[in-house]
């Protein structure tokens, strides 16, 4: 079967209705997380030919996620489906109105090859239990788990319902040729413009997660302990190959040199090495090389050695690096930290507010002034305050961008929303109505208008 095929399989399955049954989606929900935990290993062995991801770190930013998800939904895919009602204004009475979340229908998700389970299992997570069909595209760069994720869904589910195509740019030029329902992507703004184009062509709405540089932001106000510590394990987890990692650091003066020793003490102490197991290779060559040629080994303040056998670069600190740098002009997606000083906190906020919106931005301060300052003027499509990419793990706010990093979000019941229309019914009772709205009009109808409306 070719894909247009399968697609139209889909299209045809979706009408029959099944899948806006909760026991339906209930069950291939326990369906997938059964797959998952009874192939843990697997996974495990996939994600670690690709890319040297340890054992923790895959259960921790991918396979916990995933089962978290599953089991978010298990439990409130009833009251998240339910029709809610809503007050019914006056011109309306006597009349009920209520809003049906229904599926969309046949959804397209494609990821990306950084956290290759979770970005391609979550949408799908969330797609399936909102009711819809959906082709699940993975990034082709993480090769193994792509072939995983096919063989494991695709050996278990009816590909007329969740069907895993493999492939890179041609194959996804093709998908986006067909028309969906729905297109979720993660991945680069540049491939996401595309993507946005093709779905152009069939009026299809789209969820877009995409990258950007984020700022941290170290306030001489700040705990500068619990700062470093917090930064140094979130840049470099995932080698810094993580959407929202910090991209780079704005300190403060004053503390610049004590953070930078303490950024110092918490790399060495954590220990990362070609082969330590808490740290992860560079995805492939091509990456390798881009990220060597950001060094400019002039600014080197720690690390900047590397093994392009193991595609391995040490966690790496650049100081005294300037807006024009190269490292500044894109998004590093890498184990590079750059740092920029600062003498004042307004003019700090003022410099990000010219840039591109990010995807994340985070401020580690004990000042309240500097927090609302943070809060209220800048705009980033999530973030913290006194640390950094947790706030992605509370499935109780939105995850995505804004601006240049990306079109809506997902998460628990954003996920689900994302993945539903909203659709709004009016039930009338057919008795007590008054005439004043039906023609022909008078004066005295008006006037009753006028005090109704
Ligand atoms: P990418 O844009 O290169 O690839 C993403 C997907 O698009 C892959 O499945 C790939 O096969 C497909 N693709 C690539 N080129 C294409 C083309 N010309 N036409 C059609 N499809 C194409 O991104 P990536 O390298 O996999 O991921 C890195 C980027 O993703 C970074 O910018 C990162 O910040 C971003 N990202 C964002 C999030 C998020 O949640 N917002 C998460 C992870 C990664």
Redesign the pocket.
Known sequence: MNIQEIVNHQKDFFKTQQTKSIKFRKMYLEKLKNIVINNEELLYEAIDKDFGKSRFDTFTTEISFILNDINYYLKNINSLSKPRKVRTNLANQLGKSRIHSEPLGNVLV??????PYQ?SFSPVIAALAAGNCCIL??????ENTMKLMAKLINENFPPEYLYVYE???D???E??KLKFDKIF????????K??YQ?AAEHLTPVV?????KSPVIVSKDADLEVAAKRIVWGKFLNAG????APDYLLVEEPVREQFLEMLRKYITEFKYAPDADSYTRI?NRK?FDRLIKLINRDKIYFGGNSDETKLFIEPTLLNNVNWEDEIMQE?I?GPILPIISFTNFNLAINTILELEKP?SAYLFTRNSEEKGIFTSKLSF?GGCINDVIMH?GNHRLP???VGN??IGSYHGSYGFEAFSHQKSVLEKSTWGEPDIKYPPYSDKKLSWIRKLL
Do not use: D, H, M
């Open positions: 494609i990821g990306a090859w950084n956290y970005l595209k993975p990034s082709e760069i993480a492939g890179g740019i194959e996804t030029t998908l986006l992507f993660t991945g680069s703004t540049r491939v996401g595309i993507v093709a877009l997660e995409l990258g950007g190959q993580t959407c929202v995805i990456n998004e997606f995807l499509g992605l995850f995505g961008g990093s990306g």
